[in-house]
């Protein structure tokens, strides 16, 4: 008796087992995969490179100091936005996220590895700042501390302290990015790193700043630098011959030379009326 073949059926209940258990087994894989579980929690893919967190900066942001930091902030920006060291961090959905360019890609940071200046921006630089920082002087940084707890307060001790009177210089910002916005945008990361390499290795110009004047000493009066009157420009003062004034002495030897011609002028003259009466 010859052997039946009996093939499966797309549609038969056999076959719709299968692609439910395929289905069922994908899904598993996928809820344990920590990547899955991190765009879970926040919405984003943020675990892997390059990917996109909401972030849109359609052209090169305007950078301003933060008073007294050596951070920079964007206060146009819709989001924390901030520069330090070379780079760019933004924080957002409790994370921080680093880039080397203004509009990404980003890569997520470690809260453990955040410099510290950044984590000490003072509250009133976010400007999107979170729930949670409701109540916390302005004035001051976020209470890292409270929020993430005791375990990342003991390891990151001493963050919030440092010499308010001495901070570090600003490193300078990265204005050869301006020209890159739009279609001109390096989203590769190779093409990122070549263009800061070139930027980094390409001559600088030598700025000459000006020297200090030397500061007054107490009691003198306040010099403003090393300026000079200013004669250009002006007509000299014709300068007038100086006439000889005698001294008080000459003329007092003039008035005696006087006094005494006068006497023995005087004296012939007397001389001379007793000889005519003789005669």
Same mark, same amino acid.
Request: glycine share 10%; aromatic share 10%.
């Given at each position: &008796?010859?052997?039946?073949?009996?093939?499966?059926?797309?549609?038969?209940?056999?076959?719709?087992?299968?692609?439910?258990?395929?289905?069922?087994?994908?899904?598993?894989?996928? %809820?344990?995969?920590p990547g899955?579980?991190?765009?879970?929690?926040?919405?984003?893919?943020?675990? &892997?490179?390059? &990917?996109?967190?909401?972030?849109? &900066?359609?052209?090169?942001?305007?950078?301003?100091?933060?008073?007294?930091?050596?951070?920079?902030?964007?206060?146009?920006?819709?989001?924390?936005?901030?520069?330090?060291?070379?780079?760019?961090?933004?924080?957002?959905?409790?994370?921080?996220?680093?880039?080397?360019?203004?509009?990404?890609?980003?890569?997520?940071?470690?809260?453990?590895?955040?410099?510290?200046?950044?984590?000490?921006?003072?509250?009133?630089?976010?400007?999107?700042?979170?729930?949670?920082?409701?109540?916390?002087?302005?004035?001051?940084?976020?209470?890292?501390g409270d929020?993430?707890?005791?375990?990342?307060?003991?390891?990151?001790?001493?963050?919030?302290?440092?010499?308010?009177?001495?901070?570090?210089?600003?490193?300078?910002?990265?204005?050869?990015?301006?020209?890159y916005s739009?279609?001109?945008?390096?989203?590769?990361?190779?093409?990122?790193?070549?263009?800061?390499?070139?930027?980094?290795?390409?001559?600088?110009?030598?700025?000459?700043?000006?020297?200090?004047?030397?500061?007054?000493?107490?009691?003198?009066?306040?010099?403003?630098?090393?300026?000079?009157?200013?004669?250009?420009?002006?007509?000299?003062?014709?300068?007038?011959?100086?006439?000889?004034?005698?001294?008080?002495?000459?003329?007092?030897?003039?008035?005696?030379?006087?006094?005494?011609?006068?006497?023995?002028?005087?004296?012939?003259?007397?001389?001379?009326?007793? %000889?005519?009466?003789?005669?």
């Amino acid at each position: &008796m010859p052997l039946s073949t009996h093939t499966r059926q797309p549609g038969s209940a056999p076959h719709r087992l299968a692609r439910l258990g395929s289905a069922l087994g994908l899904a598993l894989l996928l %809820g344990q995969a920590p990547g899955a579980q991190a765009q879970v929690s926040v919405g984003i893919g943020i675990q &892997m490179p390059g &990917m996109d967190i909401g972030i849109n &900066m359609p052209s090169y942001p305007r950078m301003v100091a933060v008073p007294g930091y050596p951070v920079y902030y964007a206060p146009g920006a819709s989001s924390n936005y901030f520069f330090y060291e070379g780079q760019y961090w933004v924080y957002q959905n409790d994370g921080w996220y680093e880039s080397i360019w203004y509009d990404g890609p980003w890569r997520r940071v470690d809260r453990d590895v955040v410099p510290v200046f950044v984590l000490r921006v003072p509250v009133r630089y976010y400007r999107q700042p979170p729930p949670y920082f409701r109540g916390w002087r302005a004035d001051a940084p976020p209470r890292w501390g409270d929020h993430w707890g005791p375990d990342w307060a003991q390891q990151r001790r001493g963050w919030d302290q440092w010499n308010h009177r001495t901070p570090p210089r600003a490193a300078p910002l990265p204005v050869y990015q301006r020209p890159y916005s739009g279609e001109r945008y390096p989203r590769a990361a190779e093409q990122q790193e070549d263009l800061r390499s070139r930027h980094e290795r390409a001559p600088r110009p030598t700025v000459t700043r000006p020297v200090d004047p030397p500061r007054s000493q107490p009691g003198e009066p306040t010099r403003r630098g090393n300026a000079q009157p200013d004669t250009q420009g002006r007509p000299e003062a014709p300068t007038r011959p100086q006439q000889a004034h005698p001294s008080a002495a000459g003329r007092g030897r003039d008035r005696d030379h006087d006094d005494k011609g006068g006497a023995q002028n005087r004296g012939r003259d007397k001389d001379d009326e007793k %000889g005519g009466r003789g005669k």
